[in-house]
DNA sequence: GATTAGTTACTGTGATCACGATTAGGGACT
DNA sequence: AGTCCCTAATCGTGATCACAGTAACTAATC
């Protein structure tokens, strides 16, 4: 499973490519949190930072500094031996998760209502409609890209420079979980929050719009710790074994 | 300003010094966090990566990994040409900054006293008291110091692995702007919040103990805008440079 | 055949260097 | 005296290397 994305495929042998300041870093940073909220990595994958960076076809450097900034985000854990690895959430630690992301993202859609303009409920149903489609064709990776999207177009609409960093680490947090757990096969979308949240946005209230953010995020929760209580086993909350780079 | 701490004084040029693991970046880390809530640095500050690394006597890259986990928690920003700086604080910044404190540390604050046990009323009382005495000393570097103590004795007794790292972001985003303004002459300190928390935990009363943070957070949070109103032009809140991602 | 000891491969860490870009400073010319 | 250009110092970045600790694997011994 080599290449993680489509990043500077070139040998690393090769002469010096032409990098006019630090993209090197920032891509791989862009291309460890897309592969993080996509699912590419398991809870409990361990990274090696030379396998990592080969793979990558750079070196160490960028590697290191990227895996650093993920772990000061909390969305990779440091292990006792300076490895690091992605977390394993315990339900405890889901839960929390889950309630302060209520909280925040729930403040963050009342400013998006209270300050965005009518355009972003074309974007909305854009959006939700792609999602529907993905839904009837079961694709479930789809699914998740565009409910991140929906989320984060009202996130954005917010403007603030300090909700947004911490919902996103939030996201990346709980996002190799909840891809684990969408995956599986007793799974119904509840597309009833979308809905709530484009009629809000529509009437430009931001009570309604809050409140509709809870009941969706509230739903995915309860379906989360639903999973997390059925795949107690061999899901991602048990000790699963390594999986290959 | 040379040496932020009493970290390794030792010439670098000297032998192999004894290095069981990362302790390094880790006490370099440290020492800049506790620098920049302590206010060594003023908001603006731009850092050099080999002059801190010399005037900490180590090399570039334990200071290179700390910086960049800073950047990551958005404690540090990083300009243009890939330096880093404190961040000058807009008064929206600093009003949106305040506005999540007020969620997220009374939700702490909540499920402390839900959880805690009673001994945390002898160590807040003991803080409290200290922090009245370096009050009608003026010895403003301590009362905050231990205001902030005051404050994380409450939120590491609520034992959560997902609000403290948002606690301390945010403390460490505003940690330079506040050292800077209530080092000013005209600075009463209202402690009613923390008489009210108190009481609080002692009746162990988790609704009163959120209203009274918020009342305290709130308090702060006044005197700061009004601060930030004061010093327009000479203070941390004057032309604010661009905000790099 | 099971256990243990020894060796080998691999881990992150810290230090150092080359590179290109940016910046500040000084000298010369108008 | 003012302005402009050139140079030198400094910046972060990426690459590479030595080191120490650890884990795994192999081989020898009981």
């Known amino acids: 499973m080599n290449k993680l994305g489509d990043l500077a495929g070139e040998a690393p042998s090769s002469e010096h490519p032409k990098r006019s ?131 984060f177009t009202i996130y954005e609409a917010a403007d603030s420079e300090v909700l947004m960093p911490i919902i996103e680490s939030l996201w990346l947090r709980c996002g190799p979980t909840m891809y684990y757990s969408f995956n599986s096969p007793n799974n119904l979308w509840d597309n009833s929050g979308h809905r709530l949240l484009q009629d809000a946005f529509k009437k430009k209230d931001p009570e309604a719009a809050q409140s509709a953010m809870v009941l969706d995020i509230g739903k995915t929760r309860d379906f989360l710790i639903n999973q997390a209580s059925i795949e107690q086993k061999a899901g991602p909350f048990a000790s699963l074994g390594k999986v290959a780079v």
């Open 21 to 151: 300041r630090s993209v090197v870093q920032d891509q791989v940073l862009a291309n460890l949190k897309d592969a993080l909220m996509s699912g590419v990595f398991l809870p409990g994958h361990v990274f090696s930072l030379r396998k990592l960076a080969s793979s990558l076809g750079t070196s160490a450097m960028p590697v290191r500094e990227s895996l650093n900034r993920l772990v000061a985000a909390h969305a990779l854990e440091e292990l006792p031996n300076g490895s690091v690895r992605v977390p394993k959430l315990s339900a405890k630690g889901l839960k929390e998760i889950f309630e302060i992301r209520l909280s925040i993202e729930a403040i963050a859609t009342r400013i998006a209502c209270e300050t965005v303009g009518p355009s972003i409920v074309r974007d909305l149903r854009e959006i939700n409609d792609a999602l529907l489609k993905s839904l009837k064709a079961m694709n479930m990776t789809e699914v998740l890209r565009l409910n991140q999207k929906f989320h």
